[in-house]
């Protein structure tokens, strides 16, 4: 039965990459499939995803209003050989359109798979991640690495001088150069307002 899939990191640990791959290797077994990217994204003509390594595919653009299921279907009609759906940055999808994702593995046979982050620049969870990471039926890490040689798991954003940025809205799409990856250390240091996590309390 196909599943709903999230493939979750930090900034610049080759999601796209990761996401051109897994649609090539569809393709190359003879099978179609349907990429979708955020509207939000302006940093490339909005339709395609590249990757920084080289490759390229043309990508459906959603909004918070996109409905997935009703352009699924719609393609079905033309293309009835679709057999996965990609989903780049789908931490900015809305708790309803991973709800239709549901709806597309289980009823129309097709696996989604869906790449994105966690967490923003505060170390606060996006919607899109948290409804994926609550109810995405296979979950897995792709890894990256912090300055520092330990695992990147926070985001952070820095201004064109290389500075932390520690407050601002939360959507604000860049590459390279608006966000390193860190780990939990390090970010603690660069962003002093992140809340230190709650100690739990030993029942007694
Ligand atoms: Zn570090």
Redesign the pocket.
Known sequence: MAKVYFYYSAMNAGKSTTLLQASYNYIERGMQTLLFAPKIDLRFENTVIYSRIGLKQSATPFDSEFSFLSYVQHQLEHTPNIRCILIDEAHFLKKQQVGELFEIASDLGIAVLCYGLRSDFLGEPFEGSRYLLAWAEEIAEIKTI?????K?TMNLRIDKDGQPVTQGAQIQIGGNESYIS??M???KKAVPCFKKPLKLETLS
């Open positions: 912090c300055k520092c040689g330990k990147g860190q780990c250390r390090c970010f």
